[in-house]
Each structure stands twice: as structure tokens, then as C-alpha cells.
């Protein structure tokens, strides 16, 4: 399948003008991820949105993000969330970035404390 670098770009050049957003540890936001190279998780729809989970926060301007799928695997790199807007989700630990905080867009839901440091734990056995 051939990518719309092109419109992905467009719509970065309409984010960069947006404003930092304020956002906490453990949110699960909707974020602009975008159109990215072989396997690097995308955004979806016309938005290029996807749902993740913000694991630390650097700045105002900047935190590292876990992108979430709804794909189930079972392997050491996917860790379930639970239910996020009717549908089992999962963090694709392999995937973990910093991102701008501009990128960030609606709240879904708040991850448990024991969840969020259920995943904490396994980021840290990652690397």
C-alpha cells in the first residue's frame, strides 16, 4: 500500500502551528502520529490519529509516548490497557517515542496506577 506522505506533511505544517497541550502521566490521548516509514506505527483516518498512552513527561513541549492497537499478539512487546472506547487495547512497547506535545489532542481515559506501573516495569525490562 502506497502512503500519503504528501498529506501527512500538509497536516504537520497545520499542527506545528497549534499551541503546546497540557497533558499528565497515564493519559490516553488521541495523537497525531502521522505517516511514518516501513513499520513505524501510523495514524489513521483522514487526522492521522492514534490512540496512546503518555508514560513521562519532560516538558511542557515534549513527552514520551506508547502508541496503542487494538491487535492482540502475544508477545513481550504488547501489554493490555483494557477496554478503550469499547474495544480491548494494547500498547506496542517496541514503538515507544517522544513526541511534541502539539501532536496531542483529545483525553479517552486515565490508566490505572497499577496498570501504568505494570507497563513502566515492562518498558524498563525492554531495554
Given at each position: 500500500?502506497?502512503?500519503?506522505?504528501?498529506?501527512?506533511?500538509?497536516?504537520?505544517?497545520?499542527?506545528?502551528?497549534?499551541?503546546?497541550?497540557?497533558?499528565?502521566?497515564?493519559?490516553?490521548?488521541?495523537?497525531?502520529?502521522?505517516?511514518?516509514?516501513?513499520?513505524?506505527?501510523?495514524?489513521?483516518?483522514?487526522?492521522?490519529?492514534?490512540?496512546?498512552?503518555?508514560?513521562?513527561?519532560?516538558?511542557?513541549?515534549?513527552?514520551?509516548?506508547?502508541?496503542?492497537?487494538?491487535?492482540?499478539?502475544i508477545?513481550?512487546?504488547?501489554?493490555?490497557?483494557?477496554?478503550?472506547?469499547?474495544?480491548?487495547?494494547?500498547?506496542?512497547?517496541?514503538?515507544?517515542?517522544?513526541?511534541?506535545?502539539?501532536?496531542?489532542?483529545?483525553?479517552?481515559?486515565?490508566?490505572?496506577?497499577?496498570?501504568?506501573?505494570?507497563?513502566?516495569?515492562a518498558?524498563?525490562?525492554?531495554?
Open positions: 500500500m502506497q502512503k500519503d506522505f504528501d498529506k501527512w506533511n500538509n497536516r504537520k505544517k497545520e499542527i506545528n502551528k497549534d499551541k503546546p497541550n497540557f497533558y499528565k502521566e497515564r493519559d490516553i490521548r488521541w495523537c497525531s502520529l502521522g505517516i511514518n516509514v516501513g513499520f513505524e506505527q501510523d495514524g489513521t483516518s483522514g487526522k492521522f490519529k492514534r490512540s496512546v498512552l503518555i508514560v513521562k513527561g519532560f516538558s511542557m513541549n515534549v513527552c514520551l509516548i506508547v502508541p496503542l492497537t487494538t491487535s492482540k499478539k508477545n513481550p512487546y504488547h501489554v493490555g490497557v483494557g477496554i478503550i472506547e469499547g474495544k480491548e487495547a494494547f500498547v506496542i512497547l517496541s514503538q515507544i517515542r517522544l513526541i511534541d506535545t502539539k501532536r496531542l489532542h483529545a483525553r479517552l481515559d486515565i490508566l490505572s496506577q497499577e496498570k501504568f506501573e505494570e507497563i513502566r516495569k518498558i524498563r525490562d525492554l531495554i
